[in-house]
Nanobody
Framework: VKLVESGGGLVQSGGSLRLSCVGS????????MRWYRQSPGKEREEVAY????????DYRDSVRGRFTVSRDNAKNTLYLQMDNLKPEVTAVYIC????????WGQGVQVTVSS
């Protein structure tokens, strides 16, 4: 089981980024997926959730309306579209699958400059 994120980087405040997470080694389409983030000195926190069929989503209140989670089960890929980015969302973003006891990706850095 492997999860590999990509798409992070440095962006100015107000900009956008789209993160991707490709899963392999398991039946990607059968499991809910989540995006988490972690900043230095802070607890890891859940950002977005999407059910296995993509029809149910949920978000952390602070990102609702600016972040959109989606998935393409044919490509075994999870996405996080992040718009109107603000410096306070700077963190390492990590995808998670509930397969087995749960699996994490390695994370991707997102940095928003003011």
């Amino acid at each position: 089981v492997k999860l590999v994120e990509s798409g992070g980087g440095l962006v100015q405040s107000g900009g956008s980024l789209r993160l991707s997470c490709v899963g392999s080694g398991f039946a990607f389409s059968q499991f809910p997926m989540r995006w988490y983030r972690q900043s230095p000195g802070k607890e890891r926190e859940e950002v977005a959730y999407i059910f296995s069929n993509g029809l149910t989503t949920d978000y952390r209140d602070s990102v609702r309306g600016r972040f959109t989670v989606s998935r393409d089960n044919a490509k075994n890929t999870l996405y996080l579209q992040m718009d109107n980015l603000k410096p306070e969302v700077t963190a390492v973003y990590i995808c998670h699958s509930s397969v087995g006891v749960g699996r994490w990706g390695q994370g991707v850095q997102v940095t928003v400059s003011s």
